[in-house]
């Protein structure tokens, strides 16, 4: 009967660092997940969104061509340009 009982202990002590080691793990990830909101929230920048809000219509109309029309690549170059040079200012 001790041998049963010693075999059930240590099958706990077993199950219980395991938990003990999967919730650490699950706790790094949701540290990890969260650690971009500790203090490096990006910040509103309106020239950005102005420029994105331009550029928004111009590539819906972009995009409906594509199912209809054959691809013009003249609009897809300058799409392209103006991404970039939203990118470089």
Same mark, same amino acid.
Do not use: W
């Given at each position: 009967?001790?041998?049963?009982?010693?075999?059930?202990?240590?099958?706990? @002590?077993?199950?219980?660092?395991?938990?003990?080691?999967?919730?650490?793990?699950?706790?790094?990830?949701?540290?990890?997940?969260?650690?971009?909101?500790?203090?490096?929230?990006?910040?509103?920048?309106?020239?950005?969104?102005?420029?994105?809000?331009?550029?928004?219509?111009?590539?819906?109309?972009?995009?409906?061509?594509?199912? #209809?029309? #054959?691809?013009?690549?003249?609009?897809?170059?300058?799409?392209?340009?103006?991404?970039? @040079?939203?990118?470089? #200012?």
């Amino acid at each position: 009967m001790k041998a049963y009982f010693f075999r059930s202990e240590r099958r706990k @002590q077993y199950l219980l660092h395991r938990l003990m080691v999967v919730n650490l793990v699950f706790l790094l990830f949701y540290l990890s997940g969260c650690a971009h909101l500790s203090g490096r929230v990006t910040y509103y920048d309106p020239i950005t969104y102005k420029s994105l809000t331009d550029l928004k219509p111009e590539v819906i109309v972009l995009y409906e061509t594509f199912t #209809s029309d #054959s691809v013009d690549t003249g609009k897809i170059a300058a799409i392209r340009l103006k991404l970039a @040079q939203m990118k470089r #200012s």
